[in-house]
């Protein structure tokens, strides 16, 4: 019960804030960035990234109660060969790009 009310409210959210693009954080930072960060940036510039999307794929797992089909390193790459492809689109884009095309 828990549980469905959860998940209910998790996709939501999502629906929500995909319509009206309000996500915080590394996520709504723009590609730019991540691969910046990735190629030359600092310890904790890098994993302010990997942390928010590891977090994020985390709860795309468990609201879909699907895993990914591909480790943490493949869907790094991914998505830094998408960020490189698209400097100014959003993490969260790319994040949720990459997500959809491994499941």
């Known amino acids: 019960m828990m549980r469905t009310f959860l ?3 998790f996709l939501y959210l999502s629906a929500s804030q995909i319509t ?3 996500i915080y954080g590394p996520g709504s930072k723009p ?3 991540l691969v910046k960060a990735w190629e030359g940036g600092s310890f904790f510039d890098k994993n302010f ?3 928010w999307v590891t977090g994020f794929v ?4 468990w609201a879909s109660q699907k ?3 591909a480790d943490e390193t493949v869907f790094g790459m991914e998505l830094l060969k998408f960020c490189k492809s698209n400097l100014s689109a ?3 884009e790319g994040v949720m790009n990459i997500y959809e095309a491994l499941n």
């Open 58 to 61: 985390g709860g795309a797992n």
């Open 67 to 69: 895993a990914i089909h």
């Open 49 to 51: 990234f990997d942390a």
């Open 31 to 33: 590609c730019s960035e």
């Open 7 to 9: 998940v209910s409210v």
């Open 90 to 92: 959003k993490v969260v």
């Open 20 to 22: 009206a693009q309000t």
